[in-house]
């Protein structure tokens, strides 16, 4: 799949209207939101920055993320829906809310507004520019440590463009929630996730390799700078080995 009208497409005849009309309220309350497909699901995002997504399922629909903040200001409208871990579900023989739907979407368009907006140049620790910064401080200190875009997002390479060790993901989460991909030793990474799954995360694409998803708001910055040097290193040593040959 391709776009988000091929998405709904491929669902169930009976549930395309309603998922139809989920995508226009959303575009409608967010006209400046680019619409793609991110972790296979609907996305839309500003500035670069997930905003929300929505993904149909057997009986229900989901909308993602659904903060504390969010279900506290809607809480009247919201009390009907079932939440669970960051989705409200909407079941899909229902009316869709379309105006309700509208309100979450313009209630997280002003919580990335206020985020990212803060008065003078000073960036938030949780602003994708605050994030950003831990980690190029922290690669910064990393010997030839080299940033380089890739596949649209911040990587950082052992040396100019050669040996990732690091990259950047923002659209992979259907939280909305900003994250590092790294790899870890052998057999670390289930360890990792099942211990502490509020930090630690599979990651497409790169975890059948063995990486890990970190979530950047939840981990403090000794242990963040920790995993990086220790993915600077296993990649550096991967490298050195290949030249040996």
Request: glycine share 8%.
């Amino acid at each position: 799949m391709a776009s988000v009208r091929e998405y709904i497409a491929s669902k169930p005849k009976d549930s395309r209207a309603s998922l139809e009309a989920v995508r226009k309220a959303i575009r409608k309350a967010l006209p400046k939101a680019e619409e793609r497909l991110a972790y296979q699901i609907p996305a839309y995002t500003l500035n670069g920055v997930g905003a929300l997504y929505f993904a149909g399922w057997k009986s229900h629909y989901s909308i993602y993320p659904a903060s504390d903040a969010m279900v506290e200001a809607l809480g009247k409208e919201l009390a009907r829906y079932e939440r669970s871990k960051g989705t409200i579900k909407f079941p899909l023989p229902e009316p869709v809310p379309v105006r309700l739907i509208e309100r979450i979407a313009k209630f997280r368009a002003g919580q990335l507004t206020t985020r990212d907006g803060a008065k003078g140049t000073r960036k938030r620790k949780d602003s994708r520019a605050g994030q950003l910064d831990r980690i190029r401080r922290i690669c910064a200190t990393l010997p030839s440590s080299f940033e380089k875009p890739s596949h649209g997002t911040p990587c950082f390479f052992v040396d100019e463009g050669k040996g990732c060790f690091a990259m950047f993901s923002e659209h992979y989460r259907p939280d909305g929630r900003m994250s590092l991909w790294v790899p870890v030793g052998d057999g670390l990474q289930p360890l990792m996730i099942e211990e502490a799954p509020d930090v630690y995360f599979h990651p497409p694409y790169v975890g059948v390799s063995g990486w890990v998803g970190i979530i950047l708001d939840a981990i403090k910055d000794d242990a963040l700078e920790s995993h990086l040097r220790e993915a600077w290193r296993l990649i550096a040593a991967k490298r050195k080995k290949g030249t040996r040959r």
